[in-house]
């Protein structure tokens, strides 16, 4: 199984990036999707989910920049992230975790630094 992750990078506040993430090795589309993200310091959290059914959530301080969203037919989830703050900058994640089995599987991460 692997998640791999791409779309990082510098950004200066109040840009935007796409981050992508592309599973192999699993149905793809029976897996609850997952951004989390770990700043330096910090302990890693979640950011926002997308279940198999394409529920959404998110955390308070992403709603209305962050949007989630996931193609099965490409085995892929996106995070479109706009308006990004200084303290966006962390280690993004990529999560995939089955509803009814215990499998949980992580990407390898991508660094987002936003900064002027």
């Known amino acids: 199984v692997q998640l791999v992750e791409s779309g990082g990078g510098l950004v200066q506040p109040g840009g935007s990036l796409r981050l992508s993430c592309t599973a192999s090795g699993i149905i793809f589309g029976h897996y609850n999707m997952a951004w989390y993200r770990q700043a330096p310091g910090k302990q890693r959290e979640l950011v926002t989910t997308?279940?198999?059914?394409?529920?959404?959530n998110y955390i308070d301080s992403v709603k209305g920049r962050f949007t989630i969203s996931r193609d099965n037919a490409k085995n892929t989830v996106i995070l479109q992230m706009n308006s990004l703050k200084p303290e966006d900058t962390a280690l993004y994640y990529c999560n995939a975790e089955h509803p009814n089995y215990e499998t949980n599987y992580w990407g390898q991460g991508t660094q987002v630094t936003v900064s002027s």
């Open positions: 997308i279940t198999n059914g394409g529920t959404t």
